[in-house]
């Protein structure tokens, strides 16, 4: 019998074909392996993408903290550079909300972050912080400056003036202690969130000054502290009492205001009872007998 020669040459160039194949790729992947080895991190790029809105975090505190933690990747060989140590450090630092760190195929690496977004600064009884909405105390900054609303007054807090971090964790998440000061904070602070996130009062009110009880307090009426409010636009205050109902309070304050029906300079509107508005006009100063 003669040999099948033409089948014969299709096995062998197969063979040869795939042979080729293999050790192209297992070449390669020896030569990219040899290349990751060899190639370093030329340079280092921070990305603050919310820079616009606050000036919290900057590049070059970036950049310091991770010096000085002795990870900074310039120079090195990009597979002994520890990306999660890098990252670590920088979400580590308060003022970061979260990060991303990575290189590129030109040697750049970049860490990719963004803040924390302060919506309340609070001023009272020795304590100078800004709070955030998952309830996390936030350092002042003599360069960031931010346009919040100021809580203070005879405001209660369960926490040391030089506290700083997440109060969640620190009251243990779920399992966190029993403390009215603690929920009445978080109370102000929803109410300050409630109000920046509806159109018709952002930016509303410049301050908020928390009113120690009444010594009149009942069963009928908590012992919370009471609230009062200094708008933005006009010399005036609105008494709005506990932090109960502030939906319909802050519905008859605008209504009132809107309406025009008194000269606002100087005086007070309450809003604290139910379905009432009461104007108190500015008193009179004494006059001086001569």
Request: aromatic letters at 12%; glycine letters at 8%.
């Amino acid at each position: 019998m003669r040999p099948n020669w033409k089948k014969i040459w299709r096995v062998v160039g197969a063979v040869l074909f795939w042979g080729g194949l293999v050790a192209f790729f297992v070449a390669t992947s020896i030569l990219r392996h040899d290349n990751e080895q060899a190639r370093r991190v030329e340079r280092m790029e921070i990305v603050v993408k919310d820079s616009l809105q606050r000036r919290f975090v900057t590049p070059e505190i970036i950049r310091s903290l991770i010096v000085e933690e002795g990870i900074d990747p310039v120079g090195r060989r990009v597979d002994s550079v520890d990306l999660v140590a890098i990252n670590r450090t920088v979400e580590g630092y308060c003022f970061t909300a979260g990060a991303i760190t990575y290189v590129d195929y030109s040697g750049t690496l970049t860490v990719e972050l963004t803040q924390r977004k302060p919506i309340a600064r609070v001023c009272t009884r020795g304590y100078n912080f800004y709070v955030t909405e998952d309830m996390y105390v936030l350092p002042t900054r003599p360069h960031a400056s931010l346009n919040l609303p100021v809580i203070s007054g005879e405001l209660d807090l369960p926490f040391g003036a030089s506290f700083r971090g997440s109060l969640e964790e620190w009251f243990g998440g779920e399992e966190k202690k029993s403390s009215k000061s603690y929920e009445y904070f978080r109370k102000l602070i929803n109410f300050v969130v409630f109000t920046e996130e509806s159109p018709e009062y952002t930016g509303q009110f410049v301050q908020i000054a928390v009113i120690e009880p009444s010594a009149k307090s009942s069963a009928k009426r908590p012992t919370e502290p009471r609230v009062e409010l200094v708008p933005r636009h006009g010399n005036y205050t609105v008494e709005l009492g506990h932090l109960e109902d502030v939906e319909q309070k802050l519905y008859r304050w605008r209504r009132f205001v809107e309406s025009g029906a008194v000269n606002l300079e100087g005086g007070r509107v309450s809003v604290e009872y139910d379905g009432q508005v009461v104007w108190k006009a500015p008193k009179a100063p004494k006059s001086t007998k001569r």
